[in-house]
């Protein structure tokens, strides 16, 4: 079989797929690994840019989780680019902290911090390893951080995600709601038990059998920077007859957080558009939402006469990807749309 000429070897790269952004990325990196010399000859630029190529067809994901830092498993759940990476560059950690019982290890791997909340992706590794979790396997877990007091906030638990499952072993997402805002600071990670849905039936519906029953507790410091939007646009709005007041809106990469003061109300739809015309809509009984709603002495900082219960409400959605805040346009909240303009750092 005859050597294939130089140019079928150069034409091979036309099927690499990465966008210009992952390119640069990894061409930077590259060339930074040289220590700066920018007076680089001819032979070292061909081979960082050779060096950059073969990473290329390792594979993407794998290269930017080397340049990164991030788990591949959570490059690929988040479908992240490089820009997104950046943008959240501060908020991510690797605590690396494992609680061992009954047979049962968990491992924090990674975490990244959101305004209101934290994704947490930990390992939960069975010691037999004949062992296989069930692809319905349910965690009880909960995410308590550290006020100024040192006394625990219950950061609640949102829906749990299994990226991986290797028999005796898991890799679990799970993003924890929070109606405070995340600051940085000891954090502890509490799991309580692991069930499944059982095939079994009863009256009420599917039963929950125990997998491993006991308590795994693991603590670390955890890393954050802010890089939400702040909106404080004090709007009174009209919704399915009610009336309330949005005081305060929190737009991060991740999620969105919104404060109301006034008339009980579900906050049916809200919607974010973005430059490009397209718009995230979700609700309080959305998929990824935590609605809360508490009765309130004031509203809006005006005592009331106690003739008409006013009540404070606050509406989290956690969005299925990254998105860029500087992308959002308007919000929209019932008969009100609430431009970017109100924005605050």
Not at 57 to 84: C, D, K, Y
Not at 226 to 233: A, H, R, S
Request: hydrophobic share 40%.
């Amino acid at each position: 079989m005859a050597p294939k000429h130089p140019k079928d070897i150069v034409d091979c790269f036309d099927n690499i797929k990465a966008t210009e952004i992952q390119k640069q990325k990894m061409l930077t990196t590259v060339l930074a690994s040289k220590k700066g010399d920018i007076t680089m000859n001819r032979k070292a630029r061909f081979s960082a840019v050779a060096s950059l190529a073969a990473a290329l067809i390792l594979g993407t994901t794998t290269v930017l989780a080397t340049t990164f830092g991030w788990h591949e498993a959570l490059l690929s759940h988040f479908n992240a680019t490089p820009e997104q990476i950046e943008m959240l560059d501060e908020t991510v950690g690797a605590p690396n902290v494992s609680a061992t019982q009954n047979g049962l290890t968990i491992t924090v791997v990674q975490t990244i911090a959101d305004s209101f909340g934290v994704y947490v992706l930990y390992d939960v590794t069975a010691e037999d390893e004949s062992f296989a979790f069930p692809d319905e396997t349910w965690i009880w877990a909960r995410l308590f951080t550290a006020n100024d007091s040192d006394a625990g906030v219950t950061a609640g638990s949102g829906r749990a995600v299994i990226l991986e499952n290797h028999g005796n072993r898991l890799l679990v997402l799970q993003h924890f709601h929070s109606t405070a805002p995340t600051t940085g600071g000891s954090v502890e990670l509490f799991i309580s038990e692991l069930q499944y849905m059982s095939d079994e039936r009863s009256y009420d519906g599917r039963i929950l059998e125990t997998l491993f029953a006991g308590e795994w507790s693991l603590r670390w410091e955890l890393d954050f920077a802010d890089t939400g939007k702040t909106l404080l646009p004090n709007t009174e709005i009209i919704a399915s007859g009610a009336t309330a007041t949005v005081t305060k809106i929190v737009i991060s990469p991740l999620s969105a957080m919104i404060f109301f003061e006034g008339d009980s109300f579900l906050p049916n739809p809200v919607s974010i558009r973005k430059s490009d015309g397209t718009a995230i809509t979700f609700g309080a009984d959305s998929e990824n939402a935590l609605f809360t709603r508490v009765a309130s002495e004031s509203y809006a900082g005006t005592e009331h006469d106690g003739t008409e219960e006013s009540f404070s409400q606050t509406l989290l959605y956690g969005f299925d990807g990254i998105i860029n805040v500087n992308d959002i346009e308007s919000i929209t909240i019932g008969n009100v749309t609430i431009p970017m303009g109100y924005s605050s750092f």
